[in-house]
């Protein structure tokens, strides 16, 4: 506790956890007239999430009382640098609700495990309709019947559903057994997975992911040489397939990427010529690709990785995933609209509250799409790395992982029900600027519609996830 300043400390775990106990406190008085907080209710939240010495605990009373007098929802969403979606019209005083009701939601669930934490964040404030707007992947995405299944495509002869031979060439084809697999996998690591996008409050997952199974893909068949952000709002402007910040598919903007849907044009942009403009959630429907400016072509490619939510035989999905991932990052989906995975914070998530599919609902329940980076047998609790694409300041810079058994068939949250991923073969037609090694500048921040604005944003978002990184570091400290 010496070597930083007490009360720096004190203010920064002030700030991040007593919007917690002022909308508790506020809460639990059912008085939504006052913004009173109970100074004694925000030092036993700092105190129970051991935040606290007892001398400490002592100088909560002094400190806290000048701090949280000041914190009202404006305040947390000044801190957490909140924005709405286009047209947005709750009162603070909903917004407020809305932010009690995710304070409780965290302080009931952090305490039910230590494998992960959950903390207040730039989403604490939205609806459930919100947090479903800005997912956006369509119900019902399923990997086509037309594409050949995962564990088969570079094998026609080993069709059997069970992964009892190891018939599998090794460079070309994925590990048919699980003694096959790698320990673990990390494409990140590997140089296949460009930085964390924020799609603002455009549901352009899908766009997102699939924009950016191409880049593992580009990444690997140059071999490493060609790491680069394709453009989503390529998808978003010109997919007909799909529809914007509404809603789309990973496999119909696979087919759209790769020139198998009508409207293809046979590849992607660059997201440096094209850059993301729809952060708001307003869907530019004007498009401006065009074939000479392609950064990366496919031709007459078809999605040859996937596994969808029927019946796959006897081997566990888990195992099929990781047989995967191995081969590079897959687009997958998930249920993301609960409490746990919009304040996810930290660790390996082994429960999904909320969020929870089986077969009873599986087509309806996945509406979030995201990239599956890599996973690891050897940790704790063996786990699945997946990028989202909620900017750096949301859970591990961007990433969550979650633990690889549990949850039923399909996984936690869904995560095992499908996946796709576009085939090895991408021509590199138009190359850009290489991507920075260390980029977490958040991608949407600062776009107001114009292409001029990605430079000016990138020291402000750069200054915000160092101060954010900041953070975390002494919130571990503490801990
Ligand atoms: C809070 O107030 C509302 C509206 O007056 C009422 O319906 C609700 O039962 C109250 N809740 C508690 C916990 O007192
Ligand atoms: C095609 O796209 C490239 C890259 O965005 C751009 O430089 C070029 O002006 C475009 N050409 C036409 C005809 O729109
Ligand atoms: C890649 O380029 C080569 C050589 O120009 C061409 O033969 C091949 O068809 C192209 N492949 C794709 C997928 O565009
Ligand atoms: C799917 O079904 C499970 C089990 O019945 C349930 O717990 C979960 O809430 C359902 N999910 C959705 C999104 O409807
Ligand atoms: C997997 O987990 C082990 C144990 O926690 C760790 O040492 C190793 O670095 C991890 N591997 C990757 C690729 O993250
Ligand atoms: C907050 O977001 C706005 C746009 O949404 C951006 O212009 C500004 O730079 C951001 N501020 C910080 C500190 O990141």
Known sequence: MS???ASSLLLLCLLHVLPIAEVLSQSNNNDTTTTTIEVESACELLDQYGFLTSQEEINCQ??????????EVEEFELFHNITYPDGATLTAEERQAQLAASARAIAELNPMTIDFQLSLNKYSTLTIEERKQRNGLKLGDTPGQDEQDLLHQTNAASTATTASSSTGDSTTGPPTATTDLPDSVDWEANGAVTYVKDQGHCGCCWAITAAAAMEGITAIDTNY???QSL?????ISCDSG??????????????????SSA??????????????TDFGGTTTTTCHANATGLAVTVAGSVLPISIDNTNQGDTPRAVLMKQAVAKQPVAIAMNAQCDIITHYHSGVLTMDTGCACDESNISSCLDHAILMVGYNDTAPIPYFRIKNSWGTDWGEAGYFRVAQQGGGPFGFFGILAQAVAPKSGINVTNQVLPEPAVDAADEGLGSDGSSSSSSSSSSGTTRRSMSLAALAILWWWVL
């Open 225 to 227: 040489q060609y790491l």
């Open 231 to 235: 453009s989503f709002q390529q998808f």
């Open 242 to 259: 799909n529809d914007g910040c509404s809603d789309g598919s990973n496999t119909a903007a696979l087919q759209y990427a790769t020139g």
């Open 263 to 276: 409207n293809s044009i046979g590849g992607v942009e660059a997201d440096d010529t094209y850059p993301y």
């Open 62 to 71: 002094d400190e806290a009382s000048n701090i949280v007098e000041q914190l």
């Open 3 to 5: 070597s930083v300043s």
